[in-house]
């Protein structure tokens, strides 16, 4: 249950966009309701720079360049790191990730092993003429550079865009694995409120779809900005390429605003069912310079640290 959700909690930044994310007329498209969420801000738009994560055992640093460290006017991101450092002092560059843009909008990502040139995943994103993302194929590579992990996601929108249904199937060395359907709902500020996941999957090996799990998510929100919505172009799921520890990835849980609280239940598997809560430090100017994540499943928090430029 817990690898699973982790997969639906990436689909969230399928929709976690920038309030200026840029589409050919200069427009913002989240692929939902456009709106620029309930703001409480100085006006100052922000961008991430930095991203340190703290939790039992380990700290994740995740850092963000732009237009090749050269500038910000147009806050396009360009590249990000990743870095784990252990508690008994060992630390490595755990990957390296860079955005392609394509019409103002970030079209790939090429996440690199380390620091060595090896391709291990890349994502790519199309849109449709609203600037709404419509597809999405990730690819996890083995050194010799074949794919052998493949997920493929489709996006259809309805309700004036408030509804999103999401269908995705997920092949292994070329077997699939499993195939699902998310609908999410949004709220009028734009971010998420609910969530439904139907997936079949293959639970002994034989390559029949014959399990069927369901996954329902409730969301709660606070009215600040969240940490992304500078990134220009980020009007897809790309977040979620910018930095790997599970429990940061809240920060995104949101596409205008901060995530507090999510609810997540497993009808077939009730006693699997957990909460989560965020408390929130902010900056003068409406950002979150500090998370405190409380999960329900564990008797520890994280805490992490946001700074920007």
């Not at 971010?191 to 639970?203: K, P």
């Not at 002994?204 to 929100?221: A, K, M, P, Q, R």
Request: charged share 20%.
């Amino acid at each position: 249950m817990r690898s699973k959700i982790y997969l639906i909690l990436f689909a969230l930044f399928a929709f976690s966009c920038s309030s200026d994310s840029s589409s050919d007329d200069g427009n913002n498209n989240n692929g939902g309701n456009n709106n620029n969420g309930g703001n409480n801000n100085s006006g100052n738009s922000l961008l991430v720079s930095e991203i340190i994560t703290t939790t039992q055992g380990y700290t994740t640093t995740d850092t963000f360049f732009y237009n090749d460290g050269d500038g910000l006017d147009d806050n396009k991101l360009t590249s990000s790191t990743s870095e784990y450092s252990y508690d008994n002092g060992q630390s490595y560059l755990n990957n390296t990730s860079n955005f392609i843009y394509t019409n103002n909008r970030i079209a790939r990502v090429d996440t690199y092993e380390g620091s060595s040139n090896n391709m291990a995943r890349q994502v790519e994103f199309d849109y449709d003429s609203q600037g709404r993302l419509t597809t999405i194929e990730r690819c996890y590579y083995y050194d010799n550079g074949n794919c052998y992990d493949q997920t493929i996601y489709s996006f259809s929108y309805s309700n004036n865009n408030n509804t999103i249904t999401e269908t995705y199937s997920t092949s292994y060395e070329g077997q699939l694995e499993y195939t699902g359907t998310r609908v999410w709902q949004l709220d009028n500020n734009g971010n998420f409120s609910s969530a439904v996941d139907i997936e079949s999957y293959d639970d002994d090996g034989d390559g029949v779809l014959e399990t069927e799990d369901e996954t329902n998510i409730s969301f709660e929100h606070d009215n600040f900005n969240n940490p992304f919505s500078g990134i220009a172009g980020a009007s897809a799921r790309v977040i979620f390429q910018l930095y790997n520890s599970e429990y940061s990835h809240v920060l995104s849980w949101g596409a205008f605003n901060n995530l507090t609280g999510a609810n997540i239940s497993f009808p077939q598997y009730p006693e699997d069912d957990y909460t989560v809560s965020v408390a929130y430090d902010y900056n003068e100017d409406g950002y979150p310079r500090q998370a405190i994540i409380s999960d329900s499943d564990y008797d520890f928090d994280s805490v992490v640290t946001i700074n920007y430029y």
